[in-house]
């Protein structure tokens, strides 16, 4: 499977403020993001897969959601992880 439980404690100990904090906002993001890419890389090879396409608009609607409620609440974590992580907006 392209995301196990090991990969997932490396992205919240990376992005989190720790390996078991799965709830702090930049762990979320950094894992919709790679989620994202991955179908992404998905749909570029099977182009007539709705059920994925939809998946992944709803991916990017939580991690825009994520995005703007960071940025209201913590514009310079907001700033840090859109750096970090390559995002543009």
């Known amino acids: 499977m392209y995301l196990d439980a090991e990969k997932k404690k490396e992205f ?9 904090d799965t709830g ?7 894992m919709f993001s790679f989620r994202i890419a ?11 897969d709705y059920n994925t396409q939809r998946s992944l608009i709803a991916l990017v609607g939580k991690r ?16 840090a992880i859109v750096k970090e992580l390559g995002l543009r907006r």
Do not use: M, V, W
């Open 12 to 20: 919240f100990a990376k992005h989190g403020k720790g390996a078991n």
């Open 24 to 30: 702090s906002p930049e762990g979320q993001i950094a």
């Open 38 to 48: 991955h179908l992404t890389e998905h749909l570029k090879k099977n182009r007539k």
């Open 64 to 79: 825009r959601k994520l995005l703007n409620y960071l940025a209201a609440k913590d514009i310079t974590r907001y700033r």
